[in-house]
């Protein structure tokens, strides 16, 4: 599942050749407005933490598990990241990319594993100052519409 990060060193493993040749329509859409919600969480947790913590309460602990951890990255299906994120995130997200619902859940699918595994290197959730430093590189690296 890291076709979308490549296999590049570094914080963002390879994120930046894999922009540079890898992420297009809805994807390269969509990513924007996926690593806005990792920073933003509210009562100071991470929006990673966040997404991270419904995952798990929407009994899907074991493949969030498997990106956040160091092993392979489980497989997600649509049903599964419409169950565990909800409605109303689903629809900020299409919003945010101008994608439909059904769309966000089918690219969120690819985006998710590599996403969590490549902010959790550690095989943690890293600090919220770590995570900002991060995230605030891969806004850098994502295409401008």
Do not use: C, Y
Not at 107 to 125: E, R, Y
């Amino acid at each position: 599942m890291d076709k979308l990060f490549g296999g590049g060193a570094g914080p963002l493993g390879g994120l930046e050749s894999a922009l540079g040749g890898g992420a297009s329509g809805g994807v390269a859409a969509l990513l924007p407005a996926v690593v806005g919600m990792m920073g933003g969480g509210g009562g100071g947790a991470s929006g990673l933490e966040k997404l991270v913590g419904n995952l798990q309460a929407g009994g899907l602990g074991d493949i969030v598990g498997s990106w956040v951890g160091m092993g392979p990255n489980k497989a997600i299906t649509p049903d599964q990241v419409k169950a565990g994120l909800g409605p109303a995130t689903l629809k900020q997200l299409a919003t945010q990319s101008g994608l439909p619902v059904g769309q966000v859940a089918e690219h969120l699918t690819s985006i998710l594993p590599s996403l969590v595994n490549n902010l959790t290197p550690d095989g943690k959730i890293p600090s919220t100052a770590s995570l900002a430093k991060s995230l605030q590189g891969l806004q850098g690296l994502l295409p401008r519409g």
